[in-house]
């Protein structure tokens, strides 16, 4: 009962330092993707209006997306359109890439698109998300699927 109770012992402490240096490890590799993300939040001029416009029209979708949740047709409609909004995002950079000096303080456009991608198609998509674990979420509680579920046990087991 000792050897087992200490090979369980060295066990622990061995995991224990397994997950002690796994830890450390993510936190410093981390560390320079915080740092890069930290400079680029600080880059930007959020108080410009057209990105205050962006984020407001964001948090407008954001809503709408939430309080129609239980419309279907509209959610559909509703995650289309933000999947329009993020393939038509290239288009839009090289636009605004064009045309910046009329509306921003300085040129965020680069020829790749990454600011583009973080503040416009980057909400967009978490909004698509949401909508669409809103709909599976509501297609597999709804009493017709759960009524489906039943009749389909129902079959199983006559069959047997």
């Known amino acids: 009962m000792e050897a087992l109770k200490s090979a369980m012992d060295q066990h622990l402490d061995q995991m224990a330092d397994l997950v002690q ?13 915080y740092e890069n993300f930290m400079g680029f939040f600080h880059a930007i001029d959020w108080t410009e209006p057209w990105l205050m416009g962006m984020m407001g029209f964001h948090v407008f979708l954001l809503i709408v997306a939430i309080f129609s949740r239980k419309n279907t ?28 000096r009329s509306f921003a303080t300085q040129n ?22 949401l909508i669409l674990v809103s709909h599976f979420f509501l297609t597999f509680h709804s009493p017709s699927f759960l009524l489906l579920v039943h009749c389909q046990c129902l079959m199983i087991s006559s069959c047997r």
């Open 73 to 100: 047709n509209f959610q559909m409609g509703l995650f289309f359109l933000t999947l329009a909004g993020v393939r038509l995002a290239e288009i839009l950079n090289r636009i605004l890439g064009n045309n910046w």
């Open 108 to 129: 965020y456009f680069d020829p790749h698109g990454i600011f583009l991608s973080a503040v416009w198609s980057g909400p967009l998509l978490v909004i698509a998300c």
């Open 21 to 33: 240096k796994l830890s450390s490890e993510l936190r410093s590799g981390l560390q320079p993707a």
